[in-house]
C-alpha cells in the first residue's frame, strides 16, 4: 500500500464519520394519468440505495427564483456524500432526475426532504462520492 493509500483511507473513513443523515437515492418512473378518474398516479421507485450520508447545503448558493409551470419556486443546491465504496446496482451511475429524499437526520428539519440530483462526480482520490442536488420546493 502506498502513502496515498494510506492517506486515502484516513481521509474516507474520516468523511464517512461526518455522515449522520440517512438518505434514501432512487430513480422514478414517468407518472401516470387516468383518463377515466382524472388524476394522476406517480410512478414506481426503484430505491437504488439506502444509508448513511452527509447533506450538505452548498454556502454560495443561495438559491435562485424559477419558474416553474405557472409557479414561482427557488432552487437551492445541496451536495449528498456517500461513502466512497458504495456500489449501486445495475449500471452504478447517478443520473440527473434521480432523487434523494432525507429520512433521518440530527436536523429533524431536514427529515423528509427530497433533492433532485443534477449531477455526480467521480474520481480515484475523493474521500466521498459527492452527488450535486437541488431542492425544488
Same mark, same amino acid.
Given at each position: 500500500?502506498t502513502t496515498l493509500d494510506t492517506v486515502l483511507t484516513a481521509g474516507r473513513a474520516a468523511a464517512e464519520?461526518?455522515?449522520?443523515? /440517512?438518505?434514501?437515492?432512487? !430513480? #422514478? $418512473? ?14 414506481? #421507485? ?8 452527509? %447533506?450538505?447545503?452548498? $454556502? ?25 465504496? /458504495? ?6 451511475? %447517478?443520473?440527473?432526475?434521480?432523487? %434523494?429524499?432525507?429520512? $433521518? ?5 431536514? %427529515?423528509?426532504?427530497?433533492?433532485w440530483v443534477t449531477g455526480a462526480t467521480f474520481s480515484d482520490q475523493s474521500t466521498a462520492w459527492r ?5 425544488? !420546493?
Open positions: 500500500m464519520a461526518r455522515m449522520r443523515d /440517512t438518505v434514501r437515492l432512487y !430513480s #422514478q $418512473a414517468p407518472d401516470s394519468f387516468n383518463r377515466s378518474t382524472g388524476t394522476t398516479a406517480p410512478g414506481a #421507485q426503484t430505491t437504488l440505495y439506502s444509508g448513511k450520508a452527509r %447533506v450538505k447545503a452548498i $454556502a454560495a448558493a443561495t438559491g435562485r427564483e424559477t419558474e416553474a409551470g405557472e409557479r414561482e419556486i427557488v432552487l437551492r443546491e445541496y451536495e449528498v456524500h456517500l461513502p466512497w465504496s /458504495t456500489v449501486l446496482p445495475g449500471a452504478g451511475r %447517478v443520473l440527473p432526475g434521480m432523487r %434523494v429524499e432525507v429520512t $433521518a437526520s440530527p436536523d429533524a428539519r431536514m %427529515v423528509g426532504l427530497i433533492l452527488i450535486r442536488t437541488e431542492d425544488r !420546493s
